[in-house]
T-cell receptor, first 111, second 110 residues
Framework: DGGITQSPKYLFRKEGQNVTLSCEQN?????MYWYRQDPGQGLRLIYY???????QKGDIAEGYSVSREKKESFPLTVTSAQKNPTAFYLC??????????FGSGTRLTVV | QKEVEQNSGPLSVPEGAIASLNCTYS??????FFWYRQYSGKSPELIMF????GDKEDGRFTAQLNKASQYVSLLIRDSQPSDSATYLC??????????FGAGTILRVKS
């Protein structure tokens, strides 16, 4: 089955700790995206990548970092600089004129 | 920052009725528009997309686009309790980035 796999489903971060969220797709899509969703709010774009080895900041990139070394993978690191990281994180991919396909999400909580 | 506006709801409709969900957008140059459904605790799933002015139908769903008024709507006919979810409107921005509205909560009462 083709799709996007995000892991872990739930993640707990201690204060001052960096954590990495995984996103893998086997859809052969060129573009990949990371969004953050807070309760009662829409999705906000963190980072996106149109091709391998290239990525751009979205609207709320501060405190986050990404890499795109392989077409299939687009991991997101939430750094200690992100002061309010508790949220639902969604990875998506896209091909040509189609809409996005989303992974199942990672719910990050600061403890 | 381009904006996409939706009424947060909740919109309550009886089972079997037509649910009408609305969305306005600020970027007059936008060309592609999407509707996603999101169940509580789950990720969004694509329902429909529309590029041209007018109506586009897919089963019980109809998307309507009016670029002059910068307005997109989604009609759900014969609403079912399983349609109860949050509906997200999204607009494709320059650079192939989707900008999402905050969503409208739909509740279908049986």
């Amino acid at each position: 089955d083709g799709g996007i796999t995000q892991s872990p489903k739930y993640l707990f971060r201690k204060e001052g700790q960096n954590v990495t969220l995984s996103c893998e797709q086997n859809l052969n899509h060129d573009a990949m995206y990371w969004y953050r969703q807070d309760p009662g709010q829409g999705l906000r774009l963190i980072y996106y990548s149109q091709i391998v080895n290239d990525f751009q900041k979205g609207d709320i990139a501060e405190g986050y970092s990404v890499s795109r070394e392989k077409k299939e993978s687009f991991p997101l690191t939430v750094t200690s600089a992100q002061k309010n990281p508790t949220a639902f994180y969604l990875c998506a991919s896209r091909q040509l004129e189609e809409g996005y396909t989303f992974g199942s999400g990672t719910r990050l909580t600061v403890v | 920052q381009k904006e996409v506006e939706q009424n947060s709801g909740p919109l309550s409709v009886p089972e079997g009725a037509i649910a009408s969900l609305n969305c306005t957008y600020s970027d007059r140059g936008s060309q592609s528009f999407f509707w996603y459904r999101q169940y509580s605790g789950k990720s969004p799933e694509l329902i429909m997309f529309i590029y041209s002015n007018g109506d586009k139908e897919d089963g019980r769903f109809t998307a309507q686009l009016n670029k002059a008024s910068q307005y997109v709507s989604l009609l759900i006919r014969d609403s079912q309790p399983s349609d109860s979810a949050t509906y997200l409107c999204a607009v494709m921005e320059y650079g192939n980035k989707l900008v999402f509205g905050a969503g409208t909560i739909l509740r279908v009462k049986s």
